[in-house]
């Protein structure tokens, strides 16, 4: 049974080995940030790997094995922006900026160069981001696109189709991962579908279910919001004041426990306020990131849907 073990562990370091490729990174960094460097490999489902510098003395270097381009951060104990860059089999140097990692000088890996090269031609331009991920499905370095950059500013059909184009090494990136389960999310969050369950904590500082919070005789407005947001307060006030049939919820960043990073804002997928999701009585969403000026118009549209459905 032993013998098997062993036999079955090679296999598998034999398939690993395969298709790897070793690496080198060298980081020029200043002495005064020492040896307080990670890098962070992502090329599993789970946690990234960490690897430390070799030695304690000497030049910065990490070395180990990827298969293909992955993505990887370097990162700092005391500098909280990480450097992102890609890892592949190469000699790879960098020139460490502890001002601006990002702005790092990276030389040695094509993968890289191809991901500056298209950020400095594009200038920002998601468009021109966009039909880089079209053109290119199988690059490596095109779902960390599509994700940072395109997703953050195009609608959501046009990233579910540029995601759908991508195949190859791109199909096997954190970044694709990342994309896939944002995607799965957006369409549980799709308009008709019903609100998630979830708990926030109240004005009175109490934890509030939403299940109990929705009003089944009546339209619900999430007010996402904050107690020093005077925008939100004008919406609640409008829609007590003008929408007898509407039943507002408010719900004030501020006031969760992990404010920016509480779940029900992951959940939800919010990341600004105000944010208002209009529920109707049996509660599915009707409309997401709403203006207040559209939910007049959205209801009548509810009211007419609702009339040719009974004749």
């Known amino acids: 049974m032993a013998k098997r073990s062993v036999v079955f562990a090679l296999v598998l370091l034999m398939a690993w080995t395969a298709g790897a490729q070793s690496f080198r990174v060298s980081v020029d960094a200043s002495k005064n ?13 789970s946690k990234p790997r960490a690897i430390n510098p070799k030695g304690k003395n000497g030049p910065l270097v990490f070395e180990g094995d990827v298969k293909g381009a992955v993505y990887a951060e370097l990162r700092h104990r005391k500098i909280k922006a ?15 900026n502890p001002a601006s990692p990002e702005a790092s000088a990276i030389n040695g890996s094509r993968s890289n160069s191809q991901l500056r090269y298209q950020l400095e031609q594009c200038d920002g331009d998601i468009g021109c981001l966009a039909q880089y991920v079209q053109d290119n499905p199988t690059s490596p370095v095109a779902p960390y696109i599509l994700e940072r950059y395109v997703s953050a500013s195009a609608d959501y059909e046009t990233v579910a189709a540029l995601f759908r184009r991508l195949g190859g090494e791109a199909a096997k990136s954190h970044h694709y991962r990342r994309l896939q389960q944002r995607l799965h999310q957006l369409e549980a969050l799709a308009e008709g579908s019903p609100i998630p369950s979830f708990s926030y904590t109240g004005g009175d500082g109490r934890p509030v279910n939403i299940d109990s919070a929705l009003s089944g005789g009546s339209y619900n407005l999430l007010i996402v919001g904050a107690t020093y947001c005077g925008q939100c307060q004008k919406i609640e006030e409008e829609v007590q004041r003008s929408f007898k049939n509407v039943h507002p919820v408010v719900i004030d960043v501020d006031r969760q426990k992990d404010g920016w990073d509480a779940p ?4 939800l997928d919010i990341d600004h306020v105000p944010y208002l999701i209009l529920v109707d009585k049996e509660r599915r969403i009707v409309a997401r990131d709403l203006r207040i000026w559209q939910l007049e118009r959205t209801l009548e549209q509810q009211q007419a849907t609702a009339n040719n459905n009974k004749q």
Not at 33 to 45: A, N, Q
Not at 264 to 267: A, G
């Open 33 to 45: 940030l020492g040896r307080s460097f990670t890098l962070l490999v992502y090329d599993t489902d």
């Open 264 to 267: 029900l804002l992951k959940l």
């Open 82 to 96: 990480p450097l992102p860059f890609f890892l592949e089999g190469a000699d790879i140097s960098i020139k460490y």
